[in-house]
């Protein structure tokens, strides 16, 4: 089968044609750095790194770009509210991201922008809008988009145009689609922007939000990428205006695929401020839920579908992982011996299931449901005879593979200590010395200075293996 996308634009699954064959270009958009990510966010860049994943497992050289929105209407208020300025209001939140995503495992881009270091590009950009008819500055100083001017306006959206009110205006950076208007291409300082201007060719003052991303996207992917994704949320206004802004510079499509993740609820209610409901990394964290549980619980719901995030559903999370970690455990177990066909036409199918479904606009539900198959299965065949050592190559092999998408399976949970698996291993050799020369005291104190870090000792006749306790 071949590998098809849900394309917003189209409102339809296509068959994914890079435009360069063997090769992947992909923008992402990123935080804007005024507080702290939330699983909300989070569950977009999850979504993303699984596309990026899949990608390179489908055997692509995949280029992602994810920009980082350091100057907008919200991070100018922060600066005069707090006294800071831009660099020293954002500096902690983008550390705070990129450690988020160490914690759960989500793969690098390949380049993060940021639009403070692109104001040349913006405007560049925004002076072949204005040469082209498509830009004009009010008599503010702001400089706007004309959209009455680029008949494809609302295309992604499919907005009715007819009733457009000529010479409308918003500058504001969000609004909602009751206000379609000519859109802030650039903002002329005013006393309220404090120290956050820029003195340009436009005047001095600062991008609008939605040039930073048109500007930024093409330096580094050139003028019709591949795929442009984000969450439902960002597809009006800014991805509708980042499509007129580019489309009408360059003459050229701008994203053959455009791709949107669905919203995150909270206990069936969306996160807000007012609600008191907005959760971060960093709080489940503290609750003792493990990285792997909280990014499996982000994955395994389709991209296009509302997940109704809970504290329940990690719990299940917990569980399903704990299943997987008994089941590795288990295959430290073997004899000597070649494969058995059994078991390599088990994962051969599992595989063979596992990238069929992801195909089919990454649908991972009946992926991960390929893989629980598979291993009950070998599950069935080790209890009727233990496995051999080339039985657990292929198991391992196929499991790995799956994973390099998943990117949960093998993710390593470090104690809470912080102690590494090598002491671990230290320590069961000395218990096992100790109990050689049966010195049971020194053998107990070993197990109960392992059991306070959270690690569980597992004696079994062919030696001692352990687990972390959940």
Known sequence: MALTFYNTLTRKKEIFEPVMPGKVSMYNCGPTVYNYAHIGNFRAYIFEDLLKRYLKFKGYDVTQVMNLTDVDDKIIKKCAETGTTIGEYTDTY????????????????????????????????????????????????????????FPEYGKLQHLD??????????????????????????????????????????????????????????????????????GVDNMFPHHENEIAQSEGATGHPFVKYWLHCEHLLWENSKMSKSLGNIIYIGGLIEKSYTPAAIRYTLLTTHYRQKLNFSLTLLDASVNTLKRFDDFLFELQHVSEGEV???????????????????????????????????????????????????????????????????????????????????YIFQKIKERNEARTNKDWEKADAIRDELDEMGIELLDRKDGTGYKIKN
């Open 94 to 149: 983008k550390k705070a991201f990129f450690h988020d995503l160490e914690t759960l495992n989500i793969d690098k881009a390949e380049i993060f922008p940021a639009a403070t270091e692109h104001i040349p590009e913006m405007v560049a950009l925004v002076k072949k809008l204005m040469e082209r008819g498509l830009a004009y500055r009010a008599s503010d100083g702001n400089i706007f988009f004309k959209i009455s001017a």
């Open 161 to 230: 145009m007819a009733n457009l009110k000529s010479g409308a205006r918003v500058d504001d950076d969000e609004y909602d689609k009751e206000s379609v208007n000519d859109f802030a291409l650039w903002k002329a300082w005013k006393p309220e922007d404090g120290n956050v201007f820029w003195e340009t060719e436009l005047g001095k003052g600062r991008p609008g939000w939605h040039i930073e991303c048109s500007a930024m996207s093409m330096k580094y992917l050139g003028e019709t990428f591949d795929i442009h994704t984000g």
């Open 340 to 422: 058995a066909p059994e078991v390599r036409e088990i994962c051969a199918k599992m595989l063979q299931k596992f990238e069929a479904d992801m195909d089919d606009d990454l649908n991972i539900s009946p992926a991960l449901s390929a893989v629980f198959d598979a291993v009950r299965e070998i599950n069935r065949i080790k209890r009727e005879k233990l496995l051999n050592e080339g039985d657990r190559t292929e198991i391992l092999n196929a499991l790995k593979k799956i994973d390099s998408v998943l990117g949960v399976i093998f993710l390593k949970q470090e104690p809470a200590s912080g102690i590494d698996e090598d």
